[in-house]
Every structure is written in C-alpha cells, then in structure tokens.
C-alpha cells in the first residue's frame, strides 16, 4: 500500500525544512521592503492572492472594489448541462493602524455579490490582525447572508454563512517561513435539512531565498464537514503548489494548482452518494497591476476539472473575473513593520 499524498507532502515538507535550517545561521535581520502580506478571507486551502501593498507608515486606508465575472458553469452540471452566469460585486474595506509605533491592525469589509439568476448576496467581515518583524498573525469573522451553495443536492439553495478562521505565520529563517490555519464554517439555508458545520486545519511551507521575483510555496489541508443530512457528509484532503513572482514593481502575479480528493461518508447503500470518491484538478492564476498610487486592475482565472466515482457529478467549470480597485491612504507618523 502506498503512503497517502497527504503524508508524502509533509514528508517532503519537513526535509527541506531540515535541510535548510541544518546549514542557517541565526536569522539576519529582516529584508528592508519584503513583500507584503496577503489580505483576505479565504479557505486555508485557498490563500488569498492580493498581495498589492498594505498600509505600512499609513494609519488608514479605504478600499474599493469593483469586479465583473463570468462562470461557464456556475452550477456545476455535467457535460451537456452546463450553464453560464455572469456575477458582479462591490466591495468597501477600511483597514486601521491602532497605533503608530506598534503592528497592531483592525480591518472590516463590507460586499454585495450580484448573480444573474439569483438573488444578490450579502457579506460582512472583520478582523484583527499582527505584523512583526517574524510572526504574523490574522484572525477573521464573516457572515454572508443568501449565498448560494453547490455542495447540497437541492443545488443552489441558499445559505446564511458564518466563518471563523485564524492563521499564524512563522519565519523561520531568512529564506523559509511556515503558515499553521484553520477554518470553522457554519451554514444554515433556507431548505431544512441542509445545515452543515466544517472544520478544516492546513499547513504550508514557502521558500523566499529569491526574493520577490520567484516564491514557492507548497501546502496542505484536511476538511471534516458534518451535515444535518448524513448523505452530504464527507471528507477531504487539498495538496497545493503555488508560486508567486512580483518580476516588476507594478506587476503582482500568482499561479496555482491544487488536487482535492473527497470522500463521502454514507453508510446506506440506497443512499445517492454512497461509496461516492471526488478528484478534482483546479488551476488558478491571480494577476494585479498597480497603474497608479489610487488605481489596481486585477485580473483572475480559475478552471477546475472533477471525476466523480457517482454518475453525472463529473463536470468542468471555469470562470474569469476582472476587476478594478481604488484605493486611499491617509498618511500617519507610524513606522514600518515588515
């Protein structure tokens, strides 16, 4: 029997992370202008990509986003079936140095996602977050009202979200650092019978020796969702290599794949997703070019392809979003801390 992915992946982990740290001296002192750190709210499996800057020496900064997309197969029906549907949304974040001379931040958001055929959905987050010299540390809170959900057999009923997610970030030496996260997601949706509670943990590991001009970085999850409906339970394993290049100034761009493998944990034979296995292939890539000091285009694309062991739950989807942010800053008297 061959070792699962899950425990190859930390294997490989832990031996370059050895490696590297057998050869270092005590860590230098921090790089002058290291690359920002990513915003965001996402699954831990799922880092976010916007990692133009953040206020450093600012006390504040305003944020606003503007986004159109479009889904060839938002609903995620086999071959034959599909069905587009284009989405816009709106975003508006404030983030908050508390102090000047300390790397203490609070941020809150606030979004409105418009779907063709389905009733807008509302967000709203906030969090705290700290940026040291080697530790960083994010905690978020979200709740989403009227999302629509893919994951429940009567596809897509809508659900009231909350998430809860922390992440800590380590670095370990000048060219290696170390990310431990976890995520809590509670659904409640309109249909009973449809409730669901997930929790996920996620590790990774990234290489910087080089640099903003090419960052490695190569991780792992495990998820565990319970379900009022034992027939959408399920559990799954995420392995991701992802890499991240800023080869110019303006130009952030970051590129990923990830192999998810599902399995559902029925215990019915009649039951609909009894015996039921996923793998699915996703490719993302994550662009932003920074046109002025007020002014970021984004640009997205993402394309996941699945094989389902169940009938008719194989399907492909892709979807490309463009977006443009405008951004503020209020300066302030803090100093810098990367």
């Known amino acids: 029997m061959y070792p699962r992915r899950s425990t190859l992946a930390a294997t490989l982990l832990a031996v370059a992370l050895a490696a590297d740290l057998g050869q270092a001296q005590p860590p230098p002192a921090p790089e002058p202008t290291p690359e920002p750190r990513p915003p965001g ?22 944020r606003l986003h503007l986004e159109g997309s479009s889904n060839d197969n938002f609903f995620r029906a086999p071959e034959g079936e599909e069905e587009s549907l284009r989405i816009g949304r709106y975003q508006f974040r404030l983030l908050w140095k508390m102090f000047a001379d300390e790397p203490y931040k609070v941020f809150a958001e606030v979004q409105e996602t ?11 987050l906030s969090g705290f977050r700290l940026e040291g010299d080697r530790h960083f540390v994010e905690t978020r809170v979200e ?11 009567d596809d897509p009923d809508p659900a009231d979200v909350e998430r809860f997610d922390g992440e800590y970030t380590f670095r370990l030496s000048h060219d290696w650092q170390t990310t431990a996260a976890t995520e809590l997601e509670e659904r409640t949706h309109d249909r009973p019978g449809n409730d669901s509670q997930t929790l996920e943990v996620g590790l990774a590991l990234r290489w910087r020796g080089a640099g903003a001009i090419f960052s490695p970085e190569l991780g792992i999850a495990r998820a565990r969702k319970n379900a009022d409906r034992p027939n959408d339970e399920y559990t799954q394993e995420d392995l991701y290599l992802r890499m991240r290049s800023r080869p110019v100034d303006r130009l952030y761009v970051s ?65 490309i979003s463009l977006g443009l942010t405008l951004r503020h800053k209020f300066a302030g008297t803090g100093q810098r801390h990367d």
């Open 41 to 62: 709210v996402v699954p831990v499996s799922e880092p976010t990509d916007s990692e133009f800057d953040e206020p450093r020496s600012e006390r504040l900064e305003t």
């Open 114 to 124: 418009n779907y063709e055929t389905l009733p807008s959905a509302t967000t709203f």
């Open 143 to 153: 709740y989403s009202k009227d999302r629509p959900s893919t994951d429940t057999e």
């Open 255 to 319: 590129l990923r794949y990830r192999d998810r493998d599902r399995d559902y944990d029925v215990l019915v034979e009649r039951a609909s997703n009894f015996a039921r296995s996923d793998q699915r292939g996703e490719w993302s890539l994550h662009a932003d070019f920074t046109a002025s000091d007020l002014v970021i285009v984004n640009l997205e694309y993402e394309h996941i392809d699945t094989d389902s062991s169940r009938r008719n739950k194989s399907f492909t989807s892709s979807e």
